[in-house]
């Protein structure tokens, strides 16, 4: 079976616990301080401050942002739940808005019809690593007065003219869940261009402490280890060589598959292909569900991100009209993209998935 997704962890990343194991020093230290200053060569040279999981990193980006109870914040509902369960904990409102179908990330143009007084955020998604709409994002922010927060969990490296996810928004987060481009075990990065909203974020996430046992605010405790850290230094210097396998990979998927439609990339973007999301055209989840039994008999691992859409799950159950979130979570299908895929793995994905195709 070809897995929908695989972590690659080497020699390298067990030597790099393992020199941190023999420190006898686990906690946040000095590999947290190396991966926070060497995340930062990809954000432009932003402030990075590096946290326990991609949803602290964007728990913990609200308050440091200023964003809290009595705020809306404009959310994609076609994401992982962890992109609206951030704005709730964070005490805001998450106001759903419809995606654009082609990209798969949130419409600008239905954004900025939600905009309220309340309006303080929008929060748009990298979605599979397709860079979402920022140009549209940056003019909307500027007149209308909201903040910018990336919901970057699946952006690393994706770009749009020449900046980095990460590069837009008062703060981004990232995350090095497994099965993320570049992982960390688990953990989080919270990208900001603002000195004082990194302190903040440096003092929640260590209890309000920068100088200990002299706590200067209410705090969490959401920092990342240094075995964590050390994992996810050894990733980032592969992560560049691991995108464009996962380019050319797609490459190989867009040339070669028939009757579905793959994924689009827009003008002047750089897609990293978290995920390879095609759409199995008809409008039916019957459909799309027996074309993945179809792979999954051929050996041929694929996955539905997302089944839900986060308004509908029964943490949020809101009765809201999104058409083009409704059609695609019945045709949206992943397959797999990964590094460690062989030209023979990827001919089987794609006789596979022709075979069905054509058989639907
Ligand atoms: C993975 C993910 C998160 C949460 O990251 P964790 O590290 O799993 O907490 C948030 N948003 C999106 C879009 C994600 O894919």
Redesign the pocket.
Known sequence: MIPAAKPIIGDEEREAVDRVLRSGMLAQGPEVAAFEAEFSAHVGGRHCVAMN???SA?HLGFIAAGVGPGDEVIVPSF??A??ANSVALAGATPIFADIDPATFNMDPDHVETLITKKTKAIMP?HLYGHIAAMDRYEEISNKYGVKIIE?A??GHLASLNGRNAGEFGVVASF???PT?NMTAG?G?MVVTDDAEVARVLRLLRNQGQEIRYRNEIVGFNTRMTDIHAAIGRVQLRKLPGWTAQRQANAAYLDANLKGVIVPHVAPGTTHSYHQYTIRIPGGSAEKRDAFMAGLTERGVGSGVYYPTPIHRLPSFMLDLNLPQTELIIKECLSLPVHPSLSQADLETIVSAANEVAAAL
Do not use: I, M, N, R
């Open positions: 999981s991609g949803t964007l994401s992982f962890a992109t998604v919901d969990a699946q995350s090095f869940y993320k688990e989080g």
